[in-house]
């Protein structure tokens, strides 16, 4: 049994704080990506940043989510490898992975009747074993990373009853209680509104800061990937188009070569971030040159 945790539980500790000059633990080299008979990702190389956010943006079907997967090691590469510290981590033991890389899939789905205490638990399982049971550190585990995504006076909770920005939470508390160094999460404010997109991404970014693990994630929304991101990946057709931080990328220009978004990059008057005001042919002040 898991009892319920307080929600005061502190943070877990973290590991040991890294920066994006420090060497790269997790990189793709020359990675063919697909499923089936259809190639999706071709010949990529991309570095990812050591304890910074980067955000892989791009149209929709241009290899985000299937990278992800492979960085995940979800998805088994073509051609090409993914290196996780040094190593390719196709030929890790499945454990050894979990033990350092953490991953949300897009559109997770929970066991029917499962509570949240027992999903989270479920993030123990790489650090188990036939010599190794549940301990007090694992008790632990779970109610911080509870506590951390301010979850836990849902802990006996069926996850089935649960809001979508609830359940998104209880998921991340799951990635968090394997305790690992990387976090990947795909399309986390996926079926969320805009209050509950910005409550996870706040959470996101307040769990990178204050326990300085790398994070990888893949989001649609551009304005919130260059407010929450140190680092984006601007992907197209299953290729690599611009890397760096967002003041780098974002332009008016890429935003038409990658995406066809006829746009004005403006300073966000909150962040001091570049934002994207998408240019349409209807409510456009004059002078405004509109899409033809």
Same mark, same amino acid.
């Given at each position: 049994m898991i009892p319920q945790p307080p929600t005061t539980a502190p943070l877990a500790a973290g590991p040991t704080s890294a920066t !994006?000059? +420090?060497?790269?633990?997790? $990189?793709?080299?020359? &990675?063919? &990506? %697909?499923? %089936?008979?259809r190639t999706i990702v071709h010949d990529l190389a991309l570095t990812v940043p050591t304890g910074v956010v980067t955000t892989i943006v791009g149209p929709n079907g241009c290899g985000k989510s299937t990278l992800l997967r492979s960085l995940g090691?979800? =998805?088994?590469?073509?051609?090409?490898r993914v290196l996780l510290d040094g190593k390719a981590i196709t030929a890790m033991r499945t454990k050894d992975v979990a033990r350092v890389l953490g991953m949300l899939p897009q559109s997770s789905v929970a066991p029917e009747g499962i509570t949240v205490a027992e999903l989270v638990a479920r993030g123990r399982h790489p650090h188990q074993s036939l010599l190794r049971q549940w301990s007090g550190d694992d008790e632990s585990a779970v109610a911080e990373a509870l506590a951390s995504t301010g979850i836990g006076d &849902? +802990?006996?909770? !069926?996850?089935? @009853?649960? !809001? %979508? %920005?609830? $359940?998104?939470?209880?998921?991340? !508390? #799951? +990635? &968090?209680a394997q305790q690992t160094d990387i976090l990947l999460l795909d399309e986390p404010t996926t079926y969320l509104d805009l209050a509950h997109a910005v409550d996870v991404l706040d959470l996101v970014d307040r769990l990178h800061a204050e326990m300085g693990r790398t994070v990888v994630m893949v989001l649609h929304d551009l304005n919130l990937a260059i407010r929450y991101s140190d680092h984006l990946v601007a992907m197209k057709e299953g290729s690599v188009v611009a890397t760096g931080a967002p003041d @780098?990328?974002?332009?008016? @220009?890429? =935003? #038409? @070569?990658?995406?066809?978004?006829a746009s004005t990059v403006i300073e966000d008057p909150v962040s001091g971030r570049p934002m994207i005001v998408p240019i349409g042919r209807r409510h456009v002040r004059d002078g405004v040159h509109v899409v033809p």
């Open positions: !994006s000059d +420090a060497d790269p633990r997790l $990189r793709a080299e020359r &990675l063919t &990506l %697909g499923y %089936g008979d090691r979800i =998805l088994k590469p073509r051609n090409g &849902l +802990a006996g909770r !069926s996850v089935d @009853e649960l !809001s %979508g %920005g609830q $359940r998104q939470r209880v998921w991340i !508390s #799951m +990635a &968090l @780098e990328v974002i332009t008016a @220009e890429l =935003l #038409m @070569e990658v995406f066809g978004l």
